[in-house]
């Protein structure tokens, strides 16, 4: 039995999980690398009866499917992953299963890049090793506006957050009340005055045919000058030709991103050469608790596929 572990781009998959609980039949091949190619993926694979996978990283289309005969089972870290044919994984008697995650982690990040953004840290640090010392006047965060484009779970620990530092925090989403926003502290207002409002938005949407582009050049042209946006959800909620062009114009001051439309982004993403961004690649959930729950629970799922119980199946 042989399993292939992708995208482990930091090195650390065998040391995020005890893999020796797996019987000793069964061969585990790690890939580093990124291979986004169905034609490649598939040469990469042939013979792979269990694929683990990462978040979105790599997707499994039907295609994908096609070209793989002999894989049996797929795991993805998360209990849902929008990269996976879910229907075409059924067809071909792929079993899919998933992991538990972290959900600490993201909201963290996201008003850590709040924070870099609002304090110039990345551009003050970068001086600072250039020899120069106190070129930007940063901003406080306590009474300033904090908008919450989705108020889930994510979202309304970003909202405690903010709350901690003495910020105002607002909501917006199409299903959100106002009374379910006051439950946790929060003040739902439209859509537009969200945007009008809002000294930092941090979205926290599930990428959807409803919200794909749902922030465009005109939520962007609501928006103060002085105002940020956070996006560590995912990137096609955000219209990226769009956030350049108000980043680049001034119509906002700057913009927190973690993730992409397409990734890893390419040389010629116009985000990699403005100042006004604080850019991660898709760091959202990586953290040590996170992988240890990822990793850890990949191999338990092995392990139950291989007794013929199967844990943890995704469905849709």
Not at 31 to 47: C, I
Not at 130 to 138: I, R
Request: negative net charge; glycine residues 8%.
């Amino acid at each position: 039995m042989r399993v292939a572990v992708l995208d482990d781009y930091q090195h650390v998959a065998t040391t995020m999980a005890d893999w020796t609980q797996l019987p000793g039949d069964v061969t585990v091949t790690v890939f580093s690398d990124h291979q986004p190619q169905p034609d490649a993926l598939a040469a990469r694979l042939k013979g792979y009866e269990i694929v683990c996978i990462m978040r979105e990283r790599t997707p499994f289309t039907r295609e994908v499917f096609e070209k793989l005969p002999d894989m049996k089972l797929l795991i993805t870290t998360g209990m849902r992953n929008a990269s996976v044919d879910m229907q075409a994984a059924a067809d071909h008697g792929v079993t899919v299963c998933g992991t538990a995650g972290s959900s600490s982690a993201t909201p963290e990040l996201a008003f850590g890049l709040a924070l870099a953004l609002a304090r110039n840290i990345p551009n003050e640090n970068n001086a600072m090793r250039q020899g120069h010392w106190q070129l930007t006047v940063g901003q406080g965060m306590k009474g300033r506006t904090m908008g919450l484009l989705g108020l889930g779970n994510l979202g309304s620990k970003v909202a405690k957050y903010a709350q901690a530092f003495e910020m105002e925090t607002i909501a917006w989403s199409q299903n959100l009340t106002a009374e379910a926003a006051a439950a946790k502290g929060v003040r739902r207002v439209e859509k537009d005055e969200l945007f009008r409002q809002s000294d930092f938005i941090s979205v926290h949407l599930v990428l959807s045919e409803r919200s794909r582009g749902i922030v465009g050049a005109r939520e962007l042209g609501l928006m103060k000058p002085t105002a940020h946006i956070i996006n560590t959800s995912r990137g096609p909620i955000i219209d990226e030709d769009a956030l350049a062009d108000a980043l680049r114009n001034g119509t906002i001051a700057g913009a927190g991103i973690d993730t992409y439309s397409v990734e890893p982004v390419a040389k010629s993403n116009p985000f990699l050469d403005m100042k006004n961004t604080v850019l991660t690649p898709h760091l959202g959930y990586v953290t040590e608790e996170t992988y240890h729950i990822f990793y850890g629970q990949t191999v338990e799922n092995i392990v139950a596929w291989l007794k013929g119980e199967p844990i943890r199946v995704v469905t849709a």
